[in-house]
Each structure stands twice: as structure tokens, then as C-alpha cells.
């Protein structure tokens, strides 16, 4: 398959990471689409545990070039400090790594501006913090600052700290905040100007990659349902989510896709705020966030946890076009008596899915759920079909069900090789 297409189904935190560094066994690099440094993509592997913002999974294995697109938004600081903290435990990136000129940076304002904005109850999206929304604002406005902008540094440097007399000015800065204002935009300056040896065209070297008959893994960030313009709106996040934005980002033709594979996790998590059908807000979500370690890995927060959504497992399989999907933290789930999957809402019994085409937002559908039978064995790190409890097996089948796509692969643990690779 020349291009395969990683996405997450839900709200991000799906556990794509662990299948991008999967499948990067065999490719000849992974490529990022969407999002910036508010991602987190946790991969395990014998050097050690790590969580990646910017770079792309596959960069963990030796050889595989990683590439940024188009879509993103880098923050340089924080893609040298993730270049540096690979190459402190062996893992030497720099070679490999290629980023796009056209994406745009996120300037120290952005996070100034994104704090201003998270103030007050009523406007609270609850993002990370990380400037990603205003930076995306900018660049719809026409007014960002591209990588490509860097050839030029005088004009470049000239810029940026004009941004950032706008910023104070705008917000009122006193002069502490003002002061450190202009020290980090001095910081984000010199980091850009030091990127100009990543900078690169990589449309073009996907489509050199893809005439030698390599292949290339195009790994998303966040989730179905957080995107812009399919995700539960207003709360959502900025870079498009979803499969098609991978051709846009990364600059191929739909027709070099040979494959798109859904990530779904075995129950529902959510962070920040939003519309959450299934959440259980109770002894249950605190029970799921314990054994699953629900926290962000970019901001830390607790996760909001809840039960399987098949109403939404399907909406995110049929927008994005999956061939296939990987469920993961299966694993989590050992242990409960009963574990429920929710597969209608009552303001849409026939299951016709046309959720956000109602004219109803998500938040005023009530889940109505199918109760399966738990399973008490402990299932972590387990690699085969065969071996899991019948009760397991039935609630992984009834996700597939619902979802409209076969469950080819099920992680039951952080390992590497806690993987069920199934025939179906």
C-alpha cells in the first residue's frame, strides 16, 4: 500500500502512536498532517517510554524518515527540544527529519493570546495552552509566520518582534509580562533560524518516496471529533482531523492512498470541554481513568472517561473512509462485571447517523446502551485471538459491528508487542 492513513475515531488519546510505530516497521517514512505540540503520541519501546508533540512515531525506528506537513504548526523551541531529548537516549533524528517551509510557526504571542482567551467560564474551550488555536487563526487571516519565511532573517527577526510589540500592546502587558514577551520571542528567533536545515519540500520527496514504490504512513493528531469542521464544534481544535486533510497537508492525490485505518480505544475519554455523551462522571469513569492512567500526556489533566460510543464509532469510521480499524487499552476493561456500549441515541432510533446533519448538536442526545458481560482474567500483553475470554471477544465483535469496519487489531498493553493481529 503506497500511503496508509492513521486517524483516531474519538477525541484523540486513541493510542495512534502505538500503531504508527507499528506500522513503521516497513515504511520508508511517516509523515505528520495535522495539529502542533498540543498532540501527544506515546510509543514504548526497549530504549524506553516516549511522548512525542511534533516529531512523527515512526522517527522511532531506525532509518524511517519523519516528515511535518503543511497542515501543522511547529513551535521550534519545542520540535529542538524533542530533536535533543531523542538523540539523549540514541535515537539520532536530525538526519532524517524533513519540514515543510509552508508550515506555519507558532510565535510566543499565540500562547498570550490563548491564555486571554481561556478566560472567563463562558469561553472556555479548555485547549492546552499551547498557542496552537491562535496560530491557526493567523494563518487564515493571512497574516502567519511560514518556516519559509526564515530565508530572509533580517525581515524575519524584524517581524516577529513586531508581533510581539502588538501583542503587548493589544493585551495591556504590564512590564514583567511584557519583558517576557520579548525574551521568548528572541528565544523562538534564534530556534527558527537554526531549523533551516530541516526545511525541505515535502510533497515532492513523498511523491519521489512513492515513484520508487516506498511506502508512507500519514499519522494525525487529535481526533475525529475534534475537527473543525466534523467534531463537536465549538469544542474542538484548529488542524483538520480527519483522513482527507492527509492529501491536502502532505500534498498527494486521494488517488495514492492505498488504505485508511481507524484508531478506536475500547471505551471513551475526552479532554477539556464539549459535549460527552457516555461520560460517567461517578465511580465508573474514576474506576476506567485509574486502570487506564487517563491523564494528558501533553497537559497532564485528567481525562473524562466514559463508555464505548457506537453511535460515534461509526460516524468517525464512515467519514474517514476506514478500511480497517485498531482497537486499543482492550486490556483496560478487565475486571468489571458488566461492561455497556451505547448503540442508538433516542433523538436518532433508527441509527441513520446523520448526527450533526439534524440540526441537533451532540449534547442533547441521550445514549441508550446494550449491557455485555465483563470478563475477569487479565488480558495485558496478550498476543492472541484465540486466547482472550469469549466475553472479550464478544464486546471487541460488537464494536466491530457497530463501527461498519473489521477490527483487524487490538493492543492489550504499551508494549510494542502487546498487539492481537486478527483475520476477519
Request: aromatic share 6%.
Amino acid at each position: 500500500m503506497p500511503v496508509t492513513i492513521i486517524v483516531g475515531l474519538q477525541w484523540g488519546d486513541e493510542g495512534k502512536g502505538k500503531m504508527v510505530d507499528h506500522l513503521a516497521l516497513d515504511a520508508s517514512a511517516v509523515a505528520r498532517f495535522s495539529g502542533g505540540a498540543n498532540a501527544g503520541h506515546t510509543v514504548e519501546t526497549p530504549m524506553g517510554r516516549f511522548a512525542l508533540h511534533l516529531l512523527p512515531s515512526g522517527v522511532l525506528r531506525q532509518g524511517v524518515a519523519g516528515m511535518i506537513g503543511s497542515g501543522c504548526v511547529v513551535d521550534p523551541l519545542a520540535l529542538l527540544r524533542e530533536i535533543t531529548d531523542l538523540e539523549m537516549s540514541g535515537i539520532t533524528v536530525a538526519d532524517r527529519l524533513l519540514v515543510s517551509g509552508k508550515v506555519h510557526l507558532v510565535h510566543p504571542a499565540a500562547r498570550v493570546s490563548e491564555t486571554f482567551s481561556e478566560t472567563g467560564v463562558d469561553r472556555r474551550i479548555g485547549t492546552t495552552g499551547r498557542g496552537i488555536g491562535p496560530t491557526y487563526v493567523e494563518k487564515f487571516r493571512r497574516r502567519g509566520i511560514r518556516l519559509e519565511d526564515i530565508s530572509l532573517p533580517a525581515s524575519f527577526s524584524a517581524r516577529c518582534r513586531e508581533k510581539a510589540d502588538q501583542c503587548a500592546q493589544e493585551y495591556g502587558l504590564d512590564n514583567s509580562a511584557r519583558e517576557a514577551l520579548l525574551k521568548d520571542t528572541e528565544a523562538f528567533i534564534e530556534a527558527s533560524l537554526s531549523m533551516a536545515r530541516y526545511v525541505g519540500d515535502v510533497s515532492y520527496t513523498i511523491s519521489r518516496i512513492l515513484e520508487e514504490n516506498g511506502t508512507v504512513i500519514a499519522e494525525g493528531a487529535q481526533g475525529t471529533l475534534l475537527d473543525p469542521d466534523h467534531g463537536t464544534y465549538p469544542y474542538v481544535t484548529c488542524g483538520q482531523c480527519v483522513s482527507g486533510a492527509a492529501c491536502t497537508s502532505l500534498g498527494f492525490g486521494p488517488n495514492r492512498v492505498g488504505e485508511v485505518v481507524g484508531i478506536l480505544k475500547a471505551y471513551s475519554t475526552r479532554v477539556g470541554e464539549g459535549p460527552f455523551p457516555t461520560e460517567q462522571a461517578n465511580e465508573t469513569g474514576e474506576r476506567i481513568r485509574k486502570a487506564g492512567n487517563e491523564y494528558g500526556t501533553t497537559t497532564g489533566r485528567p481525562r473524562r472517561c466514559g463508555w464505548a460510543d457506537g453511535v460515534l464509532a461509526r460516524y468517525a469510521t464512515r467519514l474517514n473512509g476506514c478500511d480497517w480499524i485498531t482497537m486499543t487499552l482492550l486490556d483496560v476493561l478487565s475486571g468489571f462485571e458488566e461492561l455497556k456500549v451505547c448503540t442508538r441515541y433516542e433523538l436518532d432510533p433508527e441509527q441513520d447517523l446523520a448526527l450533526f446533519e439534524t440540526g441537533v448538536r451532540l449534547g442533547a442526545h441521550i445514549p441508550v446502551y446494550d449491557t455485555l458481560p465483563g470478563w475477569k482474567e487479565d488480558i495485558r500483553g496478550e498476543t492472541r485471538w484465540d486466547a482472550l475470554p469469549e466475553n472479550a471477544k464478544r464486546y471487541v465483535e460488537t464494536l466491530e459491528r457497530l463501527a461498519g469496519a473489521p477490527i483487524r487489531a487490538i493492543s492489550t498493553g504499551p508494549d510494542r508487542d502487546h498487539l492481537i493481529r486478527r483475520d476477519t
